[in-house]
């Protein structure tokens, strides 16, 4: 086994000076001392650093100290990065919330640095339960990027195969449009990629991408909506199965076809123009099925890229309408968030809808779908 040390710091914000270290070794020793003099001896025969969201917070005040004892910018093993990729199943790792890990004790860098290494060792247990064909691919997108390089190193994995668009079409085949351009998207993002392909292997319909990691790379919204909710002009078993309108109608509301208006079918150009991610503006009569024209989108976009759609909306009573009518056809994806509801109600609604956070206006209320993170629409 590799020598590693976990650790964790608490740092003066304004000055940087180190206030306290807390660290464990594999063989099960520990440190916990604001001493650095005494760290450096600690970690002799230490090869491997790990921690929490080390690149960010704590290299920066003791990456000269790991340089002083040998051990290599190579050798830092980030468990942040690593957990999107290997529990992007929903609900998500026990230890991690966001960008930090969950913990009662305040303060405490030793009790961090522990749990740093539970988390590091369930990352390595779920890696290698990982189908091989997507082991390969996650190496191939991120063996020479930073978050990751040394996580390969330390598991010793490695692969010869050197093709990663053809790997990535034969394992997701009909998950992804076929005509995406991804020797692009490989050699310009391939961080997001693999954040994106990871999300889309993901078996809980309700799995989304964590905030940070959408803050930290937003491209990844981008690139999954253009692998999942995109339609392509020539068509592809993908596009033409998950993107079709007429089969998202049916499958969500049982019907055949949309309505037609004087020989004009305008509910289905609306759809049709909304999944195709037009901005537009539908104007129809009361009671003519405007509803359908965006619910149908949302609820297809959910299913595709697992995002949210927000649809604000001046009347209450119609929105509780909406979402009552929804759920008496099995569909539950949607809740009402308004000022008639009280704060426990709220609460229940805010928690069925993971990474939505809006304050409501004054009088009106939101009501929401699922569409790609970030993404927004209002009617």
Not at 90 to 106: F, G, M, R, T
Not at 351 to 374: A, I, K, N, Y
Request: contains cysteine; proline residues 5%.
């Amino acid at each position: 086994m590799n020598p590693i040390a976990f650790i964790d710091t608490e740092i003066e914000p304004k000055s940087g000076k180190i206030l306290d270290i807390g660290s464990v070794k594999c063989d099960g020793s520990s440190f916990h001392k604001a001493s650095v003099s005494e760290f450096l001896q600690f970690l002799t025969g230490t090869h491997f650093i790990c921690g929490h969201n080390l690149f960010n917070h704590d290299i920066k005040y003791i990456g000269k100290v790991l340089h002083g004892v040998g051990i290599s910018s190579e050798n830092i093993i980030d468990t942040l990065f690593l957990s999107p990729l290997f529990f992007p199943n929903k609900p998500y790792h026990a230890l991690v919330k966001d960008d930090k890990l969950q913990s009662e004790d305040i303060n405490n860098p030793l009790n961090d640095a522990i749990k740093s290494r539970d988390l590091f060792h369930d990352e390595v247990a779920a890696f290698k339960q990982i189908d091989e064909s997507l082991k390969q691919i996650f190496y191939l997108l991120l063996k020479d990027k930073k978050e990751f390089r040394s996580f390969f190193r330390y598991v010793q994995f490695s692969s010869s195969d050197t093709d990663t668009e053809k790997l990535i079409r034969q394992v997701f085949k009909n998950k992804i449009c076929e005509h995406v351009d991804l020797k692009k998207v490989v050699a310009e993002n391939a961080i997001e990629l693999a954040y994106c392909l990871a999300l889309i292997n993901a078996t809980n319909r309700y799995s989304i991408t964590p905030r940070w990691v959408l803050k930290n790379y937003p491209e990844v919204e981008r690139i999954m909506f253009r692998l999942r909710n995109t339609p392509c002009v020539s068509g592809c078993m993908y596009c033409n199965e998950a993107l079709d309108m007429y089969k998202g109608l049916k499958r969500f509301f049982g019907f055949d076809s949309f309505r037609t208006y004087g020989g004009e079918p305008l509910q289905a150009e609306a759809v049709k123009a909304a999944i195709d991610n037009k901005s537009i503006l539908a104007v129809f009569p009361t009671g003519g099925g405007k509803s359908v024209t965006f619910q149908v989108p949302a609820l297809m976009s959910g299913e595709s890229a697992k995002g949210l759609t927000v649809v604000i909306s001046p009347l209450q009573s119609l929105m509780k309408d909406q979402v009552d009518n929804l759920e008496k056809v099995g569909i539950t994806d949607a809740v009402t968030i308004n000022g008639l509801l009280d704060p426990i109600e709220r609460g229940e609604s805010f928690e069925r809808v993971p990474g939505f956070l809006v304050q409501p206006l004054r009088g009106w209320g939101l009501c929401g779908f699922s569409w790609p993170p970030g993404f927004t629409r209002g009617y």
